[in-house]
């Protein structure tokens, strides 16, 4: 019997939001597993994306271009795809992973935040997703990865509008794997636990939050952004080719519960 393959080289994997976090973990990974990256990032953080470029070039030998995203702007979106394909032809695999958190309680939410977060986590993925999707389809190949959330399938406090669009990027998934799966296109996402980053930075500072969301983890454990790599590179090789339209939790047990 011969063992599935995890590598991922000849392969073109555009990541977004990859200055920090789950995209650069994942960005690295997937060089790692011999995938040529395309690293997408804010027009005023394309620093941090270089910097992860100069890793994946230097720890994996990968070839790494960087393009600015607004994932806010559909112009911005449709230029980024542009850039990538204009460079390499194709993407293979897109993972969706740029993101924010405003924590608010129901009771105080504003409309702002509502559309920010919905704007970026929900409307900005599917447009991203509608565009790569158009060119994957059209050669009846490609995989997305949508990072989600444990929050997508589970409420938690001051995350009305989050797990809203969380929720929306789970069955978003069911949508557009059904869809594309004819043409060859696999769709998944991925919903990791807390994670310490520095979209979570700050919270953890306080030790009473620490514990509180510790306490809930069947595991004990806070996970970190290499912890969702392994569920990425698995989505995006050919190990994964039957799976389509899964949220793989990877949370430490939280949903277990
Ligand atoms: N950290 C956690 O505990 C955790 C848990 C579950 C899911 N997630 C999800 O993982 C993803 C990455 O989060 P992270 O914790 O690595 O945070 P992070 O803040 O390190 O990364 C977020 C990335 O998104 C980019 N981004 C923000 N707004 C954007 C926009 N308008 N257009 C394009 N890019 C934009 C940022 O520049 C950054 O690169 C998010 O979708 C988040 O919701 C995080």
């Not at 009305?160 to 978003?172: D, F, I, P, Q, T």
Request: charged content about 20%; some cysteine.
């Amino acid at each position: 019997m011969t063992l599935p393959t995890f590598r991922l080289d000849g392969k073109v994997a555009l990541v977004t939001g990859t200055g920090s976090g789950i995209g650069q973990a994942s960005a690295l990974a997937l060089a790692g597993a011999g995938a040529t990256v395309v690293l997408t990032e804010l027009p005023d953080r394309l620093d941090a994306a270089e910097a992860t470029a100069r890793t994946a070039r230097e720890e994996h030998g990968a070839e790494a271009l960087v393009v600015p995203l607004d994932l806010t702007r559909l112009d911005s979106i449709g230029a980024a795809v542009e850039g990538a394909t204009g460079r390499f032809g194709r993407i293979d695999v897109l993972v969706n992973n740029a993101g924010i958190n405003i924590p608010q309680y129901a009771l105080d939410v504003t409309e702002e935040a509502w559309d920010a977060i919905l704007g970026i986590n929900l409307k900005g993925l599917f447009f991203m997703s509608q565009a790569v999707g158009r060119t994957m389809v059209a050669r009846k190949s490609g995989k997305i990865i949508n990072i989600a959330s444990q929050m997508g399938v589970v409420g938690y406090f001051k995350r009305a509008a989050y797990c809203s669009a969380k929720a929306g990027v789970v069955n978003l998934t069911r949508v557009l794997a059904v869809e594309w799966a004819p043409h060859g296109v696999r769709v998944n996402c991925i919903g990791p636990t807390f994670l310490e980053t520095p979209l979570t930075k700050p919270f953890f500072e306080d030790p009473a939050y620490r514990e509180e969301i510790t306490s809930r983890i069947p595991l004990g454990q806070i996970g970190t952004p290499e912890d969702i790599t392994g569920a990425v590179v698995y989505l995006a090789s050919p190990a994964s080719d039957l799976v389509t339209g899964h949220t793989l939790l990877v949370d430490g047990g939280w949903t277990a519960l």
